[in-house]
């Protein structure tokens, strides 16, 4: 069974649309992450969700809107994407800490090419 | 705010050589440092982690880290280098209720034959 799964892993869409990428964990974590990695492999986190709620929202466009129905499940939509957005976007899960001390558990990734 | 820098942003190594992967932290509070590897087209894989206690970390495929508060660093290593170790590597930090990691900008690992 795969820990913390993400779909689609490939996603190749034209400036303007919309998408929304999946991730579910079966882990038992409290804690679900985005992070995006971009072309020269930098990773920054973009928000984290502790048992449905907000936690952390980094300076991300607004573009950008995560939703976490329940917590083992966040999912990312993108509006109006633009040629920037083109990215690995990484789902992680930890277990519930403020301070971070487990460490993650990441998916394998979803690549968007917007062209 | 915490901050990693790793040195080397490429590491090119013999096969059964030494493996020595850089990272040095800057953080206000107690830190919680990891290591992670990412194979091509895959997500990261945790490798070891500090928290408290024992500053010689030992994680998984023979690596192994040191926390040595007095150099503000958490070097990787490997004694004996193998073709699958090659892969990108990411150090990171953590800790002081800012419930998130502060990742460094990776350094590729190649290993010749």
């Known amino acids: 069974d795969t820990a913390v799964s993400q779909t689609p892993k490939y996603l190749v869409t034209q400036m303007g649309n919309d998408k929304s990428i999946k991730c579910e964990q079966n882990?038992?974590?409290?804690?679900m992450y985005w992070y995006k990695q971009d072309s020269k492999k930098f990773l920054k986190i973009m928000f984290s969700y502790n048992n449905k709620e907000l936690i952390i929202n980094e300076t991300v466009p607004n573009r950008f809107s995560p939703k976490s129905p329940d917590k083992a499940h966040l999912n990312l939509h993108i509006n109006s994407l633009e040629l920037g957005d083109s990215a690995v976007y990484f789902c992680?899960?930890?277990?519930?800490?403020?301070?971070?001390?487990?460490?993650?558990?990441f998916g394998s990734g979803t690549r968007l090419t917007v062209v | 705010a915490q901050s990693v820098t790793q040195l080397g942003s490429h590491v090119s190594v013999s096969e059964g050589a030494l493996v020595l992967l850089r990272c040095n932290y800057s953080?206000?509070?107690?830190?919680?440092l990891f290591w992670y590897v990412q194979y091509p087209n895959q997500g990261l894989q945790l490798l070891l982690k500090?928290?408290?206690?024992?500053?010689l970390v030992k994680g998984i495929n023979g690596f192994e880290a040191e926390f040595k508060k007095s150099e503000t660093s958490f070097h990787l290593t490997k004694p004996s280098a193998h073709m699958s170790d090659a892969a990108e590597y990411f150090c990171?930090?953590?800790?002081?209720?800012?419930?998130?990691?502060?990742f460094g900008d990776g350094t590729t690992l190649t290993v010749k034959p």
């Open positions: 992680a899960s930890s277990h519930s800490d403020s301070q971070a001390i487990y460490g993650y558990t």
């Open positions: 990171a930090v953590s800790g002081g209720n800012a419930g998130k990691s502060t």
């Open positions: 500090y928290t408290t206690g024992a500053t």
């Open positions: 953080s206000s509070v107690p830190p919680y």
């Open positions: 882990l038992g974590h409290d804690t």
